[in-house]
């Protein structure tokens, strides 16, 4: 039938998940390595969203709960958004761009360990 419909002259649709994904896959998979303490709620690579519930980092009593999207295909600072908030509210600006540098960083390690550079 795809054949078919290609003779002519249709395009033949995308095979399921076969789809371009426009998000740098180590942004995403640092994302969610950084912060798997959190309950992800929703996950969707495709538009690059990722929201959490509320967790409990390792050794602290604080809970948190975030919303990253990874926009662009670059692995670059520019490409992450990272909101972080806690029970009482938002955080601290610096707590929030520690966690930004921290998925950068494991960004960087999984691009190296992958070869890419």
Known sequence: MLSALAACGGQAPTPRGAENVAV?????A???DVLSFL?????????G?????FGTPPGTNRAYRANI???DPA???????VALQSRSGPVALETQRAIE?????????LRIA????
């Open 101 to 109: 540098d921290a998925i950068l960083s494991r960004a960087r390690q």
């Open 114 to 117: 992958d070869g890419a550079l």
């Open 39 to 47: 309950p992800i709620q929703t996950a969707d690579p495709f538009t």
């Open 75 to 81: 692995l670059d600072a520019r490409s992450l958004n």
């Open 49 to 53: 969203v990722i929201s959490t519930g």
């Open 30 to 32: 640092a994302s969610l």
């Open 24 to 28: 740098n896959r180590y942004l995403w």
């Open 69 to 71: 999207q990874v926009t």
